[in-house]
């Protein structure tokens, strides 16, 4: 970062100086084609015009190198106007001041007069070249420091983003980690073995976790297998009471999508259907492509509470939702439906995007 504003300062103190060069040139070149129109050329007004060039650079530079070391940009609007409204004035008298001594140090026959008709003229002159240099030089600088400000905003929301991220998925490894132990919990005493099985999946979803949740993306593939290892562990617990499939098309395994998508929605439909089904019910997750898109849907044994139909559907579900809208400039977001056979549908189309 520091060798990046290091370049970039170096060039644009190059390219200050190339505009500074080539802009008084350019007014050195304009006056001269005047002198000659005028048929007022001669060598004293040709070298005292390029000294005055020279003077002009300077005075302007100086200018420039006052506020690049102080707090201009750090004052109030009015201030700046008025600093600049007077350095304005101020250096459109110097500059022909300066201009008539040099004139006379060419040319000693010439007499020193100031405050003339003349004079004024050089004056008016000059102003009207260094209006255009101020305006310039302020309207650079204020792009400048807006490029700088929108950058540092951009930056800003970035590492806001990846800290919204960090804090989600904080929030949602705990909360799978607390179904998966409690599915266990209920085994350990009554059927061992079943328990040793449980422990088994539990290793396998929490290989899967650890690996792919500090991942931005991960394939379809990897999620569908995270989610029939949920599913396994959770019919150890629920036994007949519940029964499950898992069908993704093929063709999308290689798809990406954010991490623990069907399985937040999975621990959704045992949470708020199956669990609170007496005789339990089934649970079907479908994932397919609808044009360029991929169209996930789970469905679950149960109804819509009255909590739920308002959006409140638990940590897992909010979390998911906020996460789609960080990852996904469409902000998709889920669409919970109460369908006709005592069954509740959670579904959401995603874009189609591939692992590189």
Known sequence: MNKYFRIDKVSRKKLYWIFQACGWLAMLFYELINYIGLGFFTIPDFLSLMGLT??????????????NHSNFNGQAYIFQFFWMLVSWVVMSVII??????????????????????????????WSRYLAVWLLMYHIS???????????RQLHTVLELQTAQLEILRLQLNPHFLFNALNSIRSLIITDGDQA?????????????????????FITLQQESEIVRDYLALEKIRFEERLEYCVDV??????VTVPPSILLTLAENAIKHGINKLVKGGSIVVEVKRMKDHVFIMVTNSGKITVNEDKGRQGIGISNLNKRLKLFYPSHPELILQQMKDDRVAASIQLPITHSN
């Open 54 to 67: 020279v003077i002009a650079m300077l005075f302007t530079h100086l200018y420039r190198y006052i506020i």
């Open 96 to 125: 022909p001041l300066t201009g008539t001594f040099l004139f006379y140090f060419i040319n000693h026959k010439v007499k020193l007069s100031f405050f003339n008709l003349n004079f004024f003229m050089n004056v008016i002159n």
């Open 141 to 151: 600088k204020f792009l400048y420091y807006k490029s700088k400000a929108d950058l």
């Open 196 to 216: 040793r099985n449980a422990t088994t999946l539990l290793s396998q979803l929490l290989r899967h976790t650890l690996n792919y949740e500090r991942q931005s």
């Open 249 to 254: 098309d093929p063709d999308l395994f290689e």
